[in-house]
């Protein structure tokens, strides 16, 4: 059964750094994997979706690495702003039973002190 | 596009009532979701399905019922409400493609006392 978690839980950093967000899943047959957004209270906003033959994928300040051999992905984020405070979390697209579905990490919760 | 829209987007229900948690998308997605995500805790699918007529089972079905009449309607069913229930459903679709993203409503909080 394919299992997705998310280390750190949580994360409080100042304004301005550079922050690393991972995610790693049991199961390395796996069709994508997205990185999402979630702002209290909200919706799930796509941020990144990397393909299994990539290797990474950037947005803006966002960047997402894929490393299918060893369960993992990281989401790199330069340059914090108090707006990126929100839950990051992860979902990997596993073709089983369920069909072509997405199993999602616990997230982790990122505060960007001013 | 709306996307993907969901009513309502709160409710509070009494134990052993039933209610019925509506979602539409307008993309034309064949695939459709049912997710709740408890505090603190990812998402766990319910139901889903692949297109008008056919669905199918998630990790966490019981005390649910879907129906998928229409390609753009996926309403999900609560017969019995049960304490248990009280959580945050979100719907998604995608297109079914095994390479496309999954697009999400903005989620109904409910609450079962």
């Known amino acids: 059964k394919q299992e997705v978690t998310q280390i750190p839980a949580a994360l409080s950093v100042p304004e301005g750094e550079n922050l690393v967000l991972n995610c790693s899943f049991t199961?390395?047959?796996?069709?994508?994997l997205q990185w999402f957004r979630q702002d209290p209270g909200k919706g799930l906003t796509s941020l990144l979706l990397?393909?299994?033959?990539?290797r990474e994928q950037t947005s803006g300040r966002l960047n997402a690495s894929l490393d299918k051999s060893s369960g993992r992905s990281t989401l790199y984020i330069a340059a914090s702003q108090p707006g990126d405070s929100a839950t990051y979390l992860c979902?990997?697209?596993?073709?089983?039973?369920?069909?072509?579905?997405?199993?999602f990490g616990p997230g982790t919760r990122l505060s960007v002190l001013p | 596009n709306a996307g993907v829209t969901q009513t309502p987007k709160f409710r509070i229900l009494k134990i052993g009532q039933s209610m019925t948690l509506q979602c539409t998308q307008d993309m034309n997605h064949n695939y459709m979701y049912w997710y709740r995500q408890d505090p603190g805790m990812g998402l766990k699918l319910i139901y889903y399905s692949v297109g008008a007529g056919i669905t199918d089972k998630g990790e966490v079905p019981n005390g649910y019922n879907v129906s998928r009449s229409t390609t753009e309607d996926f309403p999900l069913r609560l017969e019995l409400a049960a304490p248990s229930q009280t959580s945050v459903y979100f719907c998604a679709s995608s297109s079914g493609l095994a390479h496309n993203e999954q697009f999400f409503g903005p989620g109904t909080r409910l609450t079962v006392l």
């Open positions: 990397i393909q299994s033959s990539q």
């Open positions: 199961d390395s047959a796996i069709y994508n």
């Open positions: 979902a990997v697209r596993h073709g089983d039973n369920y069909g072509q579905n997405f199993v």
